[in-house]
């Protein structure tokens, strides 16, 4: 049972224009959505994140969009640039759920954005 | 340097020829997980650690096994590996599950491996 999904395996954008990567997820439980980038031979790394207490967080090029009654995110890249050519990673957490779900990031599947010059 | 250090980065193996990857990590943090990244399905959760001694089954622990017997390493061990565990496996860490859930969880560069 996939929590969190990203539904485009990929998306092809030009430089200079909008990428906009959506996520969906089903449990009601989760209240904190991140977006992790990641490199080919790399780990993963943190790039945004929203609480369920807001629905929008910008952080220079990057906006995440929540729509928690659609149960749906967004992050939107603008300008886009050749460098933010990476997979990117939707997660969510339950961080005031105790036992299991603490400290737990459920992840989508990935989406690969590339940016062409 | 703050980091996650996995090794080995790349192994192929045969099947039942048991193996550990090792997770070291210099931030003094409290929270250890390692998660496997395989096509279509993103990161899954194999087991984590809450502090030293304190480990739990994530979402695919089948398979695996884990130990925390120093805060710094946490260990991912495949006593009998199958084909099937051919997958590339993260270590990540966090100061504590708190701030993993917040974002604050740092990943090792990881560690491809293939069973034959």
């Known amino acids: 049972d996939q929590q969190v999904k990203q539904n485009s395996p990929s998306l092809s954008v030009q430089e200079g224009r909008i990428s906009i990567l959506n996520c969906d997820y089903t449990n009601s439980m989760f209240d904190y959505f991140l977006w992790y980038k990641k490199y080919p031979a790399e780990g993963p790394t943190f790039l945004i994140s929203i609480s369920s207490i ?17 149960k ?6 603008v300008p886009s640039q050749p460098g933010d050519s990476a ?23 990935g989406t690969i954005l590339t940016v062409h010059p | 340097e703050a980091q996650v250090t996995q090794n080995p980065r790349y192994l192929i193996t045969v099947t039942g020829k ?20 395989d096509p279509g399905l993103g990161l899954r959760q194999i ?22 017997k120093e805060k710094r390493n946490f260990p991912l061990i495949l006593e009998s590996p199958s084909p099937n565990q051919t997958s590339l496996y993260f270590c990540a860490s966090s100061l504590s599950p708190g701030t993993a859930n917040t974002g604050e969880l740092f990943f090792g560069e990881g560690s491809r491996l293939t069973v034959l």
């Open chain 2, 47 to 68: 087991y984590y650690s809450m502090n030293v001694e304190v480990t739990d089954k994530g979402d695919v622990p089948e398979g695996y096994k884990v130990s925390r």
């Open chain 1, 54 to 70: 807001k629905d929008k967080n910008e952080d220079g090029r990057f906006t995440v969009f929540l729509n928690k009654s659609a």
């Open chain 1, 87 to 109: 997979v990117y990673f939707c997660a969510a957490s339950a961080s005031h759920a105790g036992g299991t779900s603490y400290g737990k990031l459920t992840f989508g599947q």
């Open chain 2, 18 to 37: 048991k193996l550990t990857v090792t997770c070291s990590q210099n931030m003094n943090h409290e929270y250890m997980s390692w998660y496997r990244q």
């Open chain 1, 72 to 77: 749906h995110l967004s992050l939107h890249i």
